[in-house]
Structures are given as structure tokens and as C-alpha cells.
């Protein structure tokens, strides 16, 4: 049982390219949050889902996209990396019945 | 609309010392409340969670929170600090709006030996 796992750990991105930020979970989870970390920032919620086919903007949605085709995948996508897009991205999982929500060791992406 | 504030951005202790880190929310409803902790270059890792009941819990690694709602707060405590504890600790708070979770800012524990 491998939990929430996040590829690729690191990436370095030029402005303007694009890139997909996978997350997969292996626990049957209806429930996916994608958020993001900055110093001193805390965490901000991008996009959620509560389920495959269904999608919701969090609280910092803009520059990014997301989908949900299956239980366990829950791409986040960057179509035109800005520098401001500079962060960690935590993915992150939950039950139907549970509130706590387990995470993914992240991804920290450089935008320059 | 629901928040979080941590008011310590750095705390440091003394290994074998108490710990008290403060958290403050704001929140409509009953909240639900987390306490999570962050190791560097990791990911982060449940503490505790307050649902309902029992207004002190316990969690791992020998911490506990307790939630008092005159006060609106969810204080983490230790009795005695290691200095494996040395992480950065966020308190969050949730609700039933799709369980979407608000973080605060967190705060940084340094422990000296």
C-alpha cells in the first residue's frame, strides 16, 4: 500500500512551457485535493474533486487545470508556467467518511 | 468563511522542555481540526484531529491538543520536546463543505540540544 504518490519530486521549468504534475492513490479514496506551499504561506487549496468526472476550483485555481478520469488519478496541469507558479505542490486524499486527509511527499517546481 | 492563525512563526525550545504552539481559528459551524507536522523536504504527516467528544486529544508521538471553543483555539502540547521534533507545524480546520481543509501559516520548532 503505497499511499499518495507524487512524480517527479523536482522539476525545473522555463516561462511558458507546460507541465502535468501526476498524483496517485492507492486507497480507493473518492476524495483529492491538489494545494500548493510557499514560505510563511501555509497551504492554499488549487482544485479538489470529490470524485471521477468531478472537478472543483479551490481558493488559487488560475494557471492551472485538472482532471479526474479514474478513482485514483488526479493530474494537475500548468499550461504556461509563470515564475509566480514557483511552489511545492502537495497532493492530497481522503475517505468518504473521514475528514483527515493523507498527502504526498510533494513536488517542488522552480519556474524561471 | 473559515481561517486559520498560527501566531508563532519560530519557536525554539530546549530538549527535554514543554511545548505549547498556538492555533486560533475562525469557523461558522462546529469545526473539525487538525494538527499536522512537516518534516524538511517531506511531506506532511497527521498529528491529531479534533471531531467532536472529548475535548483533549491525544495524537502521536506524545503530543495532544485541546480545543476550547470560548476561546477558539486548538493548542498543541508536549510535555517534554526531542529534538526530533524539530519541524514545522500546521494547525488546519474543516468543515463538511467537501472537507476542503484551511491551513495556517505554520510555525518552525527548533529545538537546541
Known amino acids: 500500500n503505497a499511499g499518495v504518490t507524487q512524480t517527479p519530486k523536482f522539476r525545473i521549468l522555463k516561462i511558458g512551457q507546460s507541465m502535468t504534475l501526476q498524483c496517485t492513490q492507492d486507497m480507493n479514496h473518492n476524495y483529492m485535493y491538489w494545494y500548493r506551499q510557499d514560505p510563511g504561506m501555509g497551504l492554499k487549496l488549487i482544485y479538489y474533486?470529490?470524485?471521477?468526472?468531478?472537478?472543483d476550483k479551490g481558493e488559487v485555481p488560475n494557471g492551472y487545470n485538472v482532471s479526474r478520469s479514474t478513482t485514483e488519478d488526479f493530474p494537475l496541469r500548468l499550461e504556461l508556467a509563470a515564475p509566480s507558479q514557483t511552489s511545492v505542490y502537495f497532493c492530497?486524499?481522503?475517505?468518504?467518511?473521514?475528514?483527515?486527509?493523507?498527502f504526498g511527499p510533494g513536488t517542488r517546481l522552480t519556474v524561471t | 468563511a473559515q481561517s486559520v492563525t498560527q501566531p508563532d512563526i519560530h519557536i525554539t525550545v530546549s530538549e527535554g522542555a514543554s511545548l505549547e504552539l498556538r492555533c486560533n481559528y475562525s469557523y461558522g459551524a462546529t469545526p473539525y481540526l487538525f494538527w499536522y507536522v512537516q518534516s524538511p523536504g517531506q511531506g506532511l504527516q497527521l498529528l491529531l484531529k479534533?471531531?467532536?467528544?472529548?475535548?483533549l486529544v491525544q495524537g502521536i508521538k506524545g503530543f495532544e491538543a485541546e480545543f476550547k471553543r470560548s476561546q477558539s483555539s486548538f493548542n498543541l502540547r508536549k510535555p517534554s520536546v526531542h529534538w526530533s521534533d524539530a519541524a514545522e507545524y500546521f494547525c488546519?480546520?474543516?468543515?463538511?463543505?467537501?472537507?476542503?481543509?484551511?491551513f495556517g501559516q505554520g510555525t518552525i520548532l527548533t529545538v537546541h540540544p
Open positions: 492530497a486524499s481522503r475517505t468518504d467518511r473521514s475528514y483527515e486527509q493523507y
Open positions: 479534533y471531531f467532536s467528544g472529548d475535548t
Open positions: 474533486s470529490v470524485g471521477a468526472g468531478i472537478t
Open positions: 488546519a480546520v474543516g468543515g463538511t463543505s467537501y472537507g476542503k481543509l484551511t
